[in-house]
């Protein structure tokens, strides 16, 4: 079992700056891929960017650019850092972990196995 812990939300106003970090449980943290989602108000929750376990990262198109991922995997914690930062980011960040450990991006909800709470994330206009 892997418990995944969020921090780091807040309000920004546009143009600025976030780092998210996710604190995760477990000895094994260093083999999962790790992702981060976010859901809008009103809409389904969306693939952010993931990262697998040798560093490879992914992004969907909106974060690339702007947004980075990255790992430490001797303190268990996955960071977001988030530049540029529009209002359209607004949502609430979910970091996510799959114990699959096969070739693709990891860009869909059903490949993760372990979700964090949340943590809420607002950019002011």
């Known amino acids: 079992q892997v418990q995944l812990v969020e921090s780091g939300g807040g309000l920004v106003q546009a143009g600025g700056s976030l780092r998210l970090s996710c604190a995760a449980s477990?000895?094994?943290?260093?083999?999962?891929?790790m992702g981060w989602f976010r859901q809008a108000p009103g809409k389904e929750r969306e693939f952010v960017a993931a990262i697998r376990s040798g560093g490879s990262t992914y992004y969907t198109t909106s974060a690339k650019g702007r947004f980075t991922i990255s790992r430490d995997n001797a303190k268990n914690t996955v960071y977001l850092q988030m530049n540029s930062m529009k209002p359209e980011d607004t949502a609430v960040y979910y970091c996510a972990a799959s114990g699959y450990s096969g070739s693709g991006y990891y860009t869909k909800e059903d490949e993760y196995h372990y979700w964090g709470q949340g943590t809420k994330v607002t950019v002011a206009s």
């Open positions: 477990g000895r094994t943290f260093s083999s999962y891929v």
